[in-house]
């Protein structure tokens, strides 16, 4: 009963709120008129803070709809301004002053508040905080003391950034340097300008829309959470508010011995909705509450078999994300884009003490052989088939990603020919290098942590597992998925039961694996970005500041430490002819690539559904889709489709016999679905309305 009722209602939260206000064909005409868009965009999404969308490349496509950044790619790849009005650069060797000046366009925030260069200086010393870990920083490391800044030579306050005008931001060097590459830098993602008064709020203030505001054309209206108590995590990330020997407040972390258990808790569907002030005066165009914006509805708890049968009855506009079931012998015809912004990988935790029998374990994965072999268990062929949108790895940088310089036109993979040894399929090989080693494999058991909501990843996982037992090696599947939040917050001094916390995240935010599968995103459209962070000081992990007279500049996460790679890295980051790092940029991968703290897998391709009566949506270089402008042809005809499918479902919907809702009547149902409740509500007032005008003609 609890599946029947979850698979029919979660079906039905999207498109409920797809058919709220009816429109005419008149209305249609109107900017502001209102039109839902059904959208499959992604999986399940729980932290929308850009720096933080770089390890599932679902998740970028619904943060580049709420974040806009200074500049941005077109569909063939040249930088344009985007945020930014204009720029100018003021160089002079006589005085050592090299400036880049951004005046901003007028824009707004979702709230109305204007957006400013306060807040470009705030997000980019967000990044550079000596105690913050964001691999997106080393973009930055132009900037005049960002480096030193993030190494704690040097106060926040000298970074080289500041907004001598409400609207520009004035951004210094410490030489010259190639700016065009810095503005292609600043189409990431990671750097797109946030609000210091927003972020301060609580480390989850991008999990729900109370909390957010967004520079996008879109901003996050609703989530709608459901709780499975049949599957429980445990948990070691969590807070709470207590009292000391005094009574008086005080805030308790798990120190990761005592584990809290929770159910699972998903995201069945959100919304998104257009952000009334993108581009937009309040005073001079108007625009008040009574504003209708364009809404986004996307059910994340669709089978795909609900899917295919909403996009056949024309109920489904958009797909972003395909399930991997549809990808073989589906009905329906996806796009397939052969272009790939995101590899899929493993990070091989070289700190984690691995279970061989001993009381202590040992550091397995320290040992570059023991990784080499497992990455020769792989057979990515086989993988990349079952996944099917899909390309065997052949080196880290995906293939979308352009060679650095001046030949935009050609791709870092076009450019580089190696075949690198340890991306091969080879058993007897793999068994050689642990022998050599000195590894006896059957001592060995540890896990592969996987996001549990992801089923591409899991099938992935499973595949990854089953050779690595064909090797010896007693391996098991750590599958973590999602909880109702278990941290104090701040703002309200509570602990909110409405957002999640996404366990497996936290797992690789905070190295608590041992081996860990995701997809790591290019930072920006040139190697460097997804390079830099194996170098040690251009990782943009935190400091350990504990002690002031001894810092210690930290490793990338993984562990990995390779001095060799450290001096070609700042060779690289030394050379400001850009075109003249292409040859060293290939030399940093086939380091990578035979040390492998990252072992790529596949690389990703995107495949997409658009619906003939969806007009007027773009793409870009970087595969998002953008709704901006986007319209609905033959809107009245798809609300009937879908007051016809809520009529012949509405019996079922009423989920008396359910145990844990027991709705005996329709109004407590109302008020607990308040998404769902809107289309019936509209109904009713329009009946009421229809009988008071007829009774007004009597």
Known sequence: MMKRFLALLLCAVTLL???????????????DKGQYITAYLTNNVYDLDPAHAYTNEALTQVVGLLFDTLFKLDKNGKVKASLAEKYTIVENDNTGEYIMNIWLKDTNWSDGTAVSGNDVVFTFKRLLEVDASYEAAALLFDIKNARAAKEGDASIDDVGVCAPETKMVEIRFEKSIDYDQFMLNLCSLALAPLRSDVVAKSDDWAKKAGTMVTSGPYKLSRVDLITDKSVKYEDVNWSEIATDEDKNPVINYGDGTETRTSSKTTIASFMLERNAYYYRDAEEDGIKDSVKPYKICVDCSLTPEQLTAQIENGMMLYV??????????????????????????LFFNENAMIDDGTEEGSALFAD????QALSLAIDRQAIADIVVYADAATGLIPTAVLETGADRKATFRSKCSTEYEFLKNDMSKAQSLLSEAGIKPSKYSFTLTVAEYDDVHNAIAEEIVKAWNELGF????????????NDYYKYTESVPADICDDLFSEALRTNAYEAILFDYCTYSMDPYGMLAPFALKFSGMAMDMSDPNSYIIPTHSTGYHNEEYDALMEEIFAEKVIANRAENLRKAEGILMNDLPIVPIIFNKTATYMSSKLKNVDTTVTLNANFRNAKVSGYTKLMEVGKKWLADNFDELTFNDFEECAFAEYDAFKEANTIYAQYYLAEKEAAKKAAAEAASKK
């Not at 709120?17 to 900017?31: I, L, M, N, P, R």
């Open 17 to 31: 709120t797809c058919f709220v206000g009816c429109a005419s064909d008149d209305d249609e005409k109107d900017e």
């Open 474 to 485: 007693k391996v098991t599947l750590n599958s973590r998925g999602t909880i109702i939040n």
């Open 368 to 371: 570059a052989k023991v990784r």
């Open 320 to 345: 972003g994300d395909v399930p991997l079931v549809l990808r073989k012998d589906s009905a329906v015809k996806f796009e397939v884009n052969e272009q790939s912004m995101s590899t899929n990988a």
